[in-house]
């Protein structure tokens, strides 16, 4: 019989780090950098601070690279710096039910473990909260799924934010849709708020300089929705609850559960409601699940998830792709199972100096998502429309760019890497919902200009015969053909 053995998850990670996103070249550069600066305008938010990032990529030798970020957050407390730079899961997102871009403690520490499998160094970790200053080295145990820390100095300090510096092999600087210039763009784009320097292998620098003083609402922490929530799911926040009343536990942990809504549930469930919930059985969980779907509910609260905003995306698409037409929809908060609330907002812009054809802007939470792009929700959706419904004979082959943002407090990612979208049946439905919204108005838009092509075209053809029908019509009638011209002229403009 074969030996069973347990290995950590950092160990897991380290033989499938292409779930992470190392899985080509150019890639995992554009990985580590979307992970750093995730999480630094992530801390940046959260305590009220204007983000602003600096990114250095310096070549280092043959497909190696040094990547420096740089932040003006809150900085990290040293009990908390080798969790962050050095522990898998780990952190302080994936129990908490608020809107952020990161969620499940993986990013920087999966950045920490390329290093160390690709070059054998630690990163150098820098963070100061205004007052001291703490430097390390950080490292990863595999097996245990522990940092290493090394090299730790404290110092007192005015300095403030975090600066990271490792260098990686088997990555590689490129231009194009999938490289780091793309992504501090498509970033910039989603967030107007944030000040960008970035300076790349070869000296040049882009400057994105914050279009807007305005941080983005800070979302609440909120409690799941009874819609959406599974059996498990029920039976499992029971478990660990204190109160000691199935009605007390649904009114406290959920979210828009009344005394009102428990005593209509009571009407459609046998299940008894002052029970204590730790002794809820499974099919008394079913039997709530069922209760719940019968019940009117109120929708989830509409603060609890922070969209772009139309005005923002309208903005944005102006300045970037200057359209010749936009149409921006943003749809109402639903939720998905586990009672989760999300929103989608789309933006459609076509003609104008946009170049390429069929383009597909993806993000989730403000975050551009460039790669992974296949097996995503919101390309499998796109996909569906039947686009000539809208003036569009061939998608692939128009000038017309689409923009789908979904905002939730989870986002249901298909990897650990973060770049695509599960096909969640209630999110796809959302986001055909906005893109039809939208298509429906461009599809207007579209009409009228072909009518007005159409219309140009006669008023010019008739305008072409006007001088010769005026004066051979002046030779009949013993009429100034000037006069008759400017008449038949009139006439024209008047119809057409």
Not at 391 to 418: C, M, Q, R, W
Request: net charge positive; charged share 30%.
């Amino acid at each position: 019989m074969e030996k069973f053995e347990e290995y950590s998850v950092a160990e897991f990670f380290k033989k499938n780090k292409q779930m992470l996103g190392f899985s080509g070249k150019i890639r995992s550069l554009t990985t580590i950098v979307h992970e750093y600066i995730t999480n630094s305008v992530d801390a940046c938010e959260e305590n009220g601070i204007l983000p602003e990032i600096e990114v250095n990529i310096t070549e280092a030798g043959e497909e190696r690279y040094k990547v420096r970020v740089r932040d003006n957050g809150p900085g990290i407390t040293k009990e908390n710096l080798g969790k962050a730079f050095g522990m898998m899961l780990a952190g302080t997102k994936f129990h908490r039910y608020v809107q952020q871009r990161g969620q499940q403690g993986i990013g920087a520490a999966g950045c920490t473990m390329y290093a160390v499998i690709t070059t054998g160094q630690p990163v150098h970790v820098i963070s100061g909260n205004g007052k001291k200053r703490i430097e390390c080295n950080i490292g990863i145990d595999f097996k245990e799924n522990k940092p290493v820390i090394t090299n730790l100095k404290e110092e007192a300090s005015g300095f403030r934010g975090i600066i990271v510096e490792g260098e990686f092999g088997e990555v590689k600087y490129g231009k194009g849709e999938y490289s780091v210039d793309e992504y501090l763009k498509r970033t910039a784009l989603a967030n107007p708020h944030i000040s960008m320097f970035f300076k790349d292998p070869a000296g040049g620098e882009i400057i994105i300089s914050r279009a807007t003083e305005n941080l983005p609402r800070k979302a609440p922490e909120v409690k799941p929705h009874p819609l959406g929530l599974s059996a498990h799911d029920l039976l499992e926040r029971a478990k660990a609850t204190e109160y000691t009343k199935l009605s007390s536990f649904l009114q406290n942990e959920f979210s828009r559960v009344s005394l009102n809504r428990i005593k209509e549930l009571a009407g459609f469930v046998s299940v008894d409601l002052d029970k204590n919930p730790k002794k809820m059985e499974w099919k008394e969980a079913v039997e709530l699940i069922k209760g719940f779907k019968k019940i009117k509910w109120i929708a989830p609260a509409t603060d609890s998830v922070v969209p772009i905003g139309k005005e923002q995306i309208e903005r944005s698409l102006r300045n970037v792709l200057d359209p010749e037409y936009i149409h921006v929809t943003e749809r109402s908060p639903k939720i998905y199972r586990g009672g989760v609330p999300f929103i989608v907002e789309v933006g459609i812009g076509y003609g104008g100096s946009i170049k390429s054809s069929g383009k597909i802007m993806r993000f989730a939470n403000r975050t551009p998502l460039l790669f992974d792009s296949g097996g995503d929700g919101i390309t499998q959706t796109l996909k569906t429309i039947d686009w000539r419904r809208y003036g569009i004979k061939n998608f692939d082959a128009e000038p017309v760019t689409v923009l789908v943002n979904i905002a939730s407090v989870h986002i249901p990612y298909t990897t650990a890497g973060k770049q695509s979208i599960a096909p969640e049946k209630e999110i796809t439905d959302e986001i055909k919902n906005a893109v039809m919204e939208a298509g429906r108005s461009m599809g207007r838009y579209l009409s009228g200009r072909i009518r007005e092509k159409e219309k140009d075209a006669k008023r010019k053809l008739l305008l072409r015969y006007v001088k010769q029908l005026s004066g051979d019509i002046g030779k009949l009638a013993g009429e100034s053909p000037e006069e008759l011209e400017v008449r038949l002229k009139n006439l024209v403009e008047e119809r057409y």
